[in-house]
């Protein structure tokens, strides 16, 4: 997308050289002879930057400045003066400027400040694209009313106030990361970032310049310097997500900076100190990771100040339906999918499942639901065959398959001839309307009655 530049100065002459130089770089430039005009231009035309002289018939340009940053503070300004001073400087720093050149104007100082205003503002305009994408993705709230969830949301409002480290534990999928943007979200340090790392996702030979950082050529590939996660956590949080995961080399480094909140950057000599509040989480036992040999007990006991558990979603099943209903919101807003419904006799198959994927899996079936069954309502039947033979070895009701299915089509035969009579005898033996509440034609619908032996009155 091409810049959009204006350029305000009383001399057309600067205006005009402003102008070749910005426009041999790509980018679009609109004039303005006065702070007046300009302020005129910044309320009709989207702006990228501005280049604004500080000595302006009227209004001056540090007025012009503060009134722009009133309108549109995201806009960035480079200050130009022939007649600057290191006061004058400071004075348009503090008020908002990106940057301050004075005349006559170098070609390489415009197009070198002009460059970098323009990326600094892009990555602003990025960082806050992904929090608010993070917040929408990665909600820090806990969906559910079961006496679980409850008893978490109680811990949680205890715990997040205080400067105590937490080690979540919990299996694959039940929200391990939803509990730890919920801690940060009602903490202190909540105006500052929480920053997450995978230790399973990182190569162990890339786990300590992705925490620590590095400096350019401190390695091959080392082609620049970078921040790591510690650094970019300081004020904040520091989530270490899979903790369990962490090589034995990198866990005794960790140890000694979880101590002593300092450390070098990979090929870095000087101490970086910052002040971070840690949270790990795992889906392993750790007790039993110690045992084996894998985990330093001393690094367990460091985490370990505060204990939560994750609790699968099979004990938790009675908050199915809330959440069910939350992720078909949230799939229909983000990828414009028409919403479904299912009836009372899906859930109760839904809530028998017992989602070894936990939360993630509920979230996965939603979505598949929402592909194929979109815009309609989705009974027993439709749901997918995996699902009604899970409900094989759970108590018998509506929706559940009869015990005792030696096979996969005697246990879907025998859950269809169950969910038949019991919804028939709630329909007073009206097939019509049955074939309605099922959404099967009512031809097939008596081909299966037929077949499973239920006898109609119609």
């Known amino acids: 997308m091409t810049a959009r530049v204006l350029v305000v100065d009383d001399e057309s002459g600067i205006r005009f050289s402003l102008r070749g130089i910005l426009e041999d770089e790509g980018m679009s430039v609109l004039e303005a002879e006065s702070g007046e005009r300009a302020l005129a231009l910044a309320d009709t035309e989207e702006i990228d930057l501005v280049f604004l002289d500080i000595w302006l018939p009227g209004m001056d340009g540090l007025g012009v400045l503060e009134a722009i940053k009133a309108r549109r503070e995201d806009i960035p300004v480079i200050m130009i003066s022939g007649h600057g001073s290191i006061e004058t400087a400071v004075s348009a720093i503090k008020k908002g400027a990106y940057d301050f050149i004075e005349k006559p104007l170098s070609l390489e100082k415009v197009v070198i400040s002009a460059q970098k205003a323009l990326e600094f503002n892009l990555l602003r305009r990025e960082n806050i694209a992904l929090r608010n994408k993070i917040a929408t993705d990665h909600p820090a709230r806990l ?65 300590e310049s992705e925490l620590f950082g590095h400096e350019k050529g401190s390695f091959t590939g080392a082609d620049k310097a970078k921040t790591g996660k510690f650094e970019l956590a300081d004020g904040g949080v520091l989530l270490l997500d899979e903790i369990g995961d962490m090589s034995l080399k990198t866990q005794a480094k960790i140890l000694r900076i979880l101590q002593e909140q300092t450390f070098e950057k990979v090929g870095g000599r ?34 370990k100040v505060f204990p939560l558990e994750a609790p699968p979603l099979r004990e938790r099943s009675e908050d199915i339906p809330l959440l069910i209903e939350e992720f078909i919101e949230t799939l229909c807003s983000q990828h414009g999918f028409r919403p479904l419904i299912f009836t009372p006799d899906a859930l109760d198959v839904l809530q028998r499942h017992p989602w070894p994927g936990n939360v993630r899996e509920l979230k996965n079936f939603v979505e598949r639901m929402l592909i194929i069954h979109g815009g309609r309502e989705v009974g027993a039947l439709q749901l997918p065959q995996d699902l009604l033979l899970e409900s094989e070895e759970r108590p018998a009701g509506s929706g559940a398959a009869a015990p005792g299915a030696v096979n996969f089509k005697e246990a879907r035969a025998r859950f269809e001839a169950e969910f038949l009579q019991a919804k028939l005898r709630e329909y007073g033996g009206n097939v019509t309307r049955l074939a309605e509440a099922v959404g099967l034609e009512r031809s097939s619908l008596y081909r299966k009655l037929k077949a499973y032996n239920i006898q109609v009155s119609e």
């Open 143 to 207: 969906t559910g009313e079961s006496p679980k969830i409850e008893a978490l949301r109680a811990t949680i409002a205890q715990v997040a106030p205080t400067e105590a480290w937490v080690l979540i534990t919990g299996p694959n999928g039940t929200g391990k990361e939803i509990v730890a943007r919920s801690i940060h979200a009602q903490s202190p340090r909540s105006k500052r970032p929480l920053v997450a790392v995978n230790c399973a996702a990182i190569p162990e030979e890339l786990i």
């Open 270 to 303: 000087k101490p970086i100190n910052v002040d971070v509040r840690v949270i790990a989480a795992t889906n392993k036992n750790l007790l039993e990771e110690i045992r084996k040999g894998a985990f330093r007990e001393d690094l367990y006991y460091r985490l």
